[in-house]
């Protein structure tokens, strides 16, 4: 702790930083030959005086630093070409201008009439916002922006839609400034058209407290701006589409949007059984989030996400989802969007699952066989509601209502196997129902004395502001399930553990009542140009009222549960300004606490915690650090303390322990990129690493056929997650070459049939892939991923004795697009994954090839027919490798096999 301290007050020693920035740019004819030796100068637009000037290395690039803020005429020369003097206006908030490609044409080019566009400039940095011009980065005349978000430096695109900006996940991507479909990423970039796009803007979007304040409140919310051209706004654009194949495959849908500078308006709508879950991503499944700012809280459903994959979901999907957004601004001070959202699944699916825990003396896997058939239904609606009172306050409430459920059969061959040798097998079928109804408001206002808002928000002079913030949040849920399953052939003929798997039919009806309310008060006051001084105070109540019963052979069993969990707490904090754009935040958070328990458990006891914290957040002259230091409190849920046990098909049983204690986290978290545009070299790092305190870890009982879990107090534990990165330009192909690593894992003591054991897990993933441009529409990608999942063991009675499970799967993709010609575009993916035999599992290839021909017949209209095949080697195989505390997990799925689609697109 005291070299962490060392280390931060060394970084604020480092001072501020002037307004000055780095102009990069590479010279090259018209042909794309980079042109050696050209001189590039900079000269004041007001009296052209020489500012800055620079010559091109031997790849034609030019760097000019130290930039003063100001309006400026940039004027490249080489013997021989002339260019058109380029005008570049230079805030103070600019880090550095990035040009990309400056094209020079033969003497006298100018003179025969020919008109040049104006250079653009690709990249740009102000303060903490990256800008990246849109026409600058060419894609296909069908691309939509997740096409071209994956060409812009420093960004890249999962295959299920997640966008990552230097390695840090993007929480919301809006669109003109403002929340779109509850600022939902993958709706927006997989359906709007990247031509309709002018600029893409990447920052860490401040909450209103955050924004009226100036300070930093230590968390990221990462977030992408598109602004769009005026020429597609207030039209209405989108497509319907249709398509069937070969074994009864089909899709059809649509989407419609409608976005101005006052209103926007989109309509989605699917249908299919080719496994796309929702839309053509996740969107459903968080559709009532949040617009962003009020990171206190989270507006998706309680039922979390909703699976999906596009394309490669397991078993087999049928299908439908609807949803339908509002948004409209009242003045510049007023705005509501509301959306409403619909999704309904069926799924069929078999599966065999392996699962390997490590026992006092031998190694026990678990094979279970399974046949699923299931549905799930959801429907949300949400708004917000946010207005800027006047030029110093801001009032924002936002709700969501919703209703989620489902049915799920399962009929399960499971075999248990100690060190090899087959000790017990039996079937069970489990009947499932469920429904989770539930509803949310939050209302929060922040209020500043005005004055020197804007200039203490920039870092700049003047006399910084008090401010006053208040928030009440509450939300309500109901978790009813009721379960109904059928044991057949298990050896145990009882078990000492109420509600596990017995021979018999048993029933289960499990009933929890969740209610929150919260509530906060903040006062912020200026100590001189500098320092702040943060007062603020609070009071949470989490309450949970739980009915569980148990019927077997005629005999119920009840366990009535109610848990309080409430927390009074007051906050001390001071807040320095460290250079432009960064500060330094040093506080502590006091918590009086009580966990209260009613019905068949009683307690009532007090926790006091005193929660210190360290934030800093600093820019860098071609970068960005963030460290964060905290800690929190955190009580057991309802669900760790009742003591009706909740089985499973493949014999892991969990039940809870009412004696629970509430454990202490302390957080450490980092980040810093760094990028030189100038040298086509962009990295980023971040490390998070968690310590806990009467930490919650797991007492695992084996008997021959089962494995229960139950959660108990145990002294630490350790969490932890890592990620490196870097992407280099590589002038010799036209493309880049993409390098990261990651890694996430926890150690922490546990008790295997009465023995402690300390468990670590491990997963890292190593990879790396290069991309190279053939034409502004075509390129070719080649990459390699290993991934290793570890479990390990280590006896308390034997510390040098250790157990280990390993898995390691390889990946080596190969993808291209190939524009043919206007009217012929192919698209290839090829994935092989080979999955490594482990002490438990055979090894598995998997070669999975994805084709599609797309053909636009019409010259002027962008209709256009796809033709795709998927799985062309007819693998039907999906496997899905994982490890958790004590359990290491390998499982296998069928899928939709080979199968061909078309389908035609009708652009609006």
Request: charged residues 20%; proline residues 2%; contains cysteine.
């Amino acid at each position: 702790m005291k070299h962490l301290y060392i280390l931060l007050l060394c970084l604020l020693t480092t001072g501020g930083l002037s307004a000055q920035a780095e102009i990069v740019g590479t010279v090259m004819d018209s042909t794309g030959t980079t042109l050696p030796g050209a001189n590039a100068v900079l000269l004041r637009s007001s009296d052209s005086l020489l500012t800055n000037f620079g010559t091109t290395d031997n790849n034609g690039a030019f760097r000019m630093q130290k930039v003063p803020a100001g309006d400026y005429l940039l004027r490249v020369t080489f013997l021989g070409y002339e260019r058109p003097d380029q005008s570049l206006q230079i805030t103070g908030e600019d880090q550095y201008l990035g040009l990309g490609d400056l094209k020079m044409y033969p003497a006298g080019f100018f003179l025969n009439g020919v008109e040049v566009t104006a250079d653009r400039i690709p990249i740009r940095m102000k303060g903490d916002t990256m800008l990246y011009d849109a026409d600058a980065f060419a894609v296909g005349d069908n691309a939509v922006v997740e096409d071209l978000i994956r060409r812009l430096p420093g960004m890249s695109v999962d295959a299920s839609g997640q966008i990552t900006w230097r390695g840090k996940a993007i929480n919301e991507v809006m669109i003109n400034g403002k929340p779109f479909f509850a600022g939902n990423s993958t709706l927006l970039t997989q359906n709007l058209e990247a031509k309709s796009i002018t600029n893409v803007e990447v920052f860490d979007q401040k909450t209103d407290a955050e924004e009226i304040s100036g300070i930093d409140d230590g968390n990221e919310n990462m977030t992408v701006n598109l602004e769009m051209k005026d020429e597609f706004k207030a039209k209405v654009f989108g497509e319907i589409y249709a398509g069937y194949g070969t074994s009864e495959r089909y899709q059809g849908g649509g989407k419609l949007f409608r976005i101005s500078d006052v209103t926007q308006i989109g309509v989605l709508g699917t249908i299919n059984n080719v496994n796309q879950v929702g839309f053509s991503g996740d969107e459903i499944s968080g559709f009532n989030g949040s617009s962003g700012r009020g990171r206190g809280a989270s507006w998706r459903g309680p039922e979390g996400n909703l699976p999906f994959d596009n394309g490669s979901a397991t078993g087999q999907n049928r299908s439908i989802a609807t949803g339908i957004n509002f948004g409209r601004s009242f003045g510049k001070s007023t705005q509501f969007t509301a959306d409403y959202a619909l999704f309904d699944r069926n799924q069929i699916q078999q599966s065999t699952t392996l699962q390997a825990f490590n026992r006092a003396n031998d190694q026990r896997v678990v094979e279970t066989m399974e046949g699923n058939a299931t549905s799930q239904y959801s429907h949300q609606v949400g708004f917000e509601y946010r207005q800027k009172v006047d030029s110093t306050s801001i009032l924002t409430v936002e709700g969501a209502a919703y209703v989620s459920g489902g049915e799920n059969e399962t009929v399960a061959l499971t075999n248990i196997k100690n060190a090899g040798e087959l000790v017990d097998n039996y079937s069970v079928r489990e009947l499932n129902n469920n429904e989770r109804p539930g509803g949310q408001i939050s209302v929060k206002y922040n209020k500043g004395s005005g004055g020197g808002r804007r200039s203490f928000m920039t870092g700049g002079g003047g006399k910084p502001s008090r401010t006053f913030e208040v928030g009440i949040d509450a939300s309500y849920v109901e978790n009813q399930s009721d379960l109904d399953l059928l044991t057949e052939g298990l050896d145990e003929t009882s078990s000492e553990f109420l509600g596990a798997l017995i021979n018999g039919t048993q029933f289960q009806n499990r009933r929890t009542n969740t209610t929150t309310l919260k509530g906060n008060l903040r006062y912020t006051e200026p100590l001189g140009d500098k320092w702040r001084l943060r007062l603020g105070t609070g009071y949470n109540l989490d309450r949970d009222e739980g009915d569980y019963r148990f019927n077997f052979q005629e005999a119920e069993s009840i366990n009535l549960l109610d848990r309080d969990w409430a927390t009074l707490e007051g906050e001390v904090s001071f807040i320095r300004t460290v250079g432009k754009g960064g500060n330094l935040s040093l506080g502590t958070t006091y918590e009086a606490n009580t966990l209260t328990l009613n019905g068949d458990e009683a307690r009532d006891d007090n926790y006091n915690f005193l929660l210190p914290f360290i934030r800093l957040r600093k820019r860098l002259k071609k970068g960005f650090l963030s460290v964060n230091l905290s800690s929190s409190s955190r009580a057991p849920a309802i669900s760790q303390l009742q003591t009706i046990a909740e089985p499973n098909a493949s014999g892991s049983s969990t039940i809870g322990n009412p004696d629970l204690q509430p454990s202490r986290d302390t957080r450490f978290s980092s980040f810093m990129f760094f990028n030189d545009q100038f040298r086509a070299v962009s990295a980023n790092f971040n490390f998070n690493a968690t310590y806990t305190d009467d930490a919650i870890g797991s007492d695992v009982v084996f008997t021959d056929g089962q494995q229960i879990f139950r959660p108990i107090n145990v002294g630490h534990a350790w969490q932890g997650s890592g990620f490196v990165g870097a992407t280099i330009g590589v002038n010799a192909i036209n493309g880049e070459f993409r390098v990261e690593g990651r890694v996430s894992g926890n150690r922490g003591i546990g008790f295997v049939d009465g023995e402690e054991q300390l468990n670590t897990t491990i997963s890292s993933t190593v990879g790396a892939n290069i991309t190279t441009e053939l034409n502004e529409d075509s390129y070719f990608k080649f990459g390699y991923d290993l991934n290793n999942y570890s479990n390990s063991f280590e006896s308390e009675n034997n510390r040098g004795s250790r157990a280990d499970i390993s898995q390691l799967t390889h990946n080596l993709l190969a993808q291209f697009e190939l524009e043919v010609n206007p009217k012929w575009r192919f698209e290839s993916r090829f994935l092989y994954s080979i999955f490594a035999a482990s002490s438990f599992a055979d090894q598995e290839a998997i070669p999975d090839l994805r084709v599609s021909l797309e053909v636009r017949p019409f010259r002027k209209k962008r209709h256009f027919f796809r033709i795709s095949a998927s799985d062309i080697f007819n693998q039907n195989t999906i496997i899905n490798r994982s490890v958790n505390s004590f359990v290491t997990t390998e499982s296998t799925s069928d899928g939709l096999g080979r199968y061909f689609l078309g389908t035609f697109h009708f652009k609006i």
